[in-house]
T-cell receptor, first 112, second 114 residues
Framework: GQQLNQSPQSMFIQEGEDVSMNCTSS?????WLWYKQDPGEGPVLLIA?????ELTSNGRLTAQFGITRKDSFLNISASIPSDVGIYFC????????????FGKGTLLTVNP | EAQVTQNPRYLITVTGKKLTVTCSQN?????MSWYRQDPGLGLRQIYY???????DKGDVPEGYKVSRKEKRNFPLILESPSPNQTSLYFC?????????????FGPGTRLTVT
């Protein structure tokens, strides 16, 4: 099946810093999604991308659909303590049945 | 409030004792899915449903069953749970069609099988 490699696995940053994380796939994707999961809760959809080269923002979050269609990037600007959590990339898992495949996540810790 | 609900939130059971985790959504979504989340493995899809009476296997379907008799409900059934099914389970739903990948997740069910 599809494989997503997400990096880094974890990040420790100071409040106010910018954050970048990325995700690569073993095959071409037509859709990229980014989710955030807070401790003890379900993942929440942050951004959905549908076109190669697309750059989409959601507040301080910006995600890009890579030109090669095999990668995506998520940036968080001016991080705040509530940005703490696990960030997942996700994409179509293959076939036409809307199955999602997830990366293993990036754990973000923000020090106040 | 638009949401996906799961019950129970926490469950401890013994090997072989059949159990059902319920999932319900109030958004009239066509698409529903179950995932399990394990340390180091991320989220993996168990089963999904495109619509009422239409279900299909995800990546890790062994040991699980599902049904979709009503649009809003998508229960996950473990006929004979085993310790390797100890995990955190999430139900998700989406509108289907062009937005099928934009999935809304429930709060999770933490299952322990001893």
């Amino acid at each position: 099946g599809q494989q997503l490699n997400q990096s880094p696995q974890s990040m420790f940053i100071q409040e106010g810093e910018d954050v970048s994380m990325n995700c690569t796939s073993s095959s071409i994707f037509n859709t990229w999604l980014w989710y955030k999961q807070d401790p003890g809760e379900g993942p929440v959809l942050l951004i959905a991308l549908y076109k190669a080269g697309e750059l989409t923002s959601n507040g301080r979050l910006t995600a890009q659909f890579g030109i090669t269609r095999k990668d995506s990037f998520l940036n968080i600007s001016a991080s705040i303590p509530s940005d703490v959590g696990i960030y997942f990339c996700a994409g179509p898992g293959g076939g036409s049945n809307y199955k999602l495949t997830f990366g293993k996540g990036t754990l973000l810790t923000v020090n106040p | 409030e638009a949401q996906v609900t799961q019950n129970p939130r926490y469950l401890i059971t013994v090997t072989g004792k059949k159990l059902t985790v319920t999932c319900s959504q109030n958004m009239n979504h066509e698409y529903m899915s179950w995932y399990r989340q394990d340390p180091g493995l991320g989220l993996r899809q168990i089963y999904y449903s495109m619509n009422v009476e239409v279900t299909d296997k995800g990546d890790v379907p062994e040991g699980y069953k599902v049904s979709r008799k009503e649009k809003r409900n998508f229960p996950l059934i473990l006929e004979s749970p085993s310790p390797n099914q100890t995990s955190l389970y999430f139900c998700a739903s989406s509108p289907g069609g062009g937005s099928a990948y934009e999935q809304y997740f429930g709060p999770g069910t933490r299952l322990t099988v001893t």
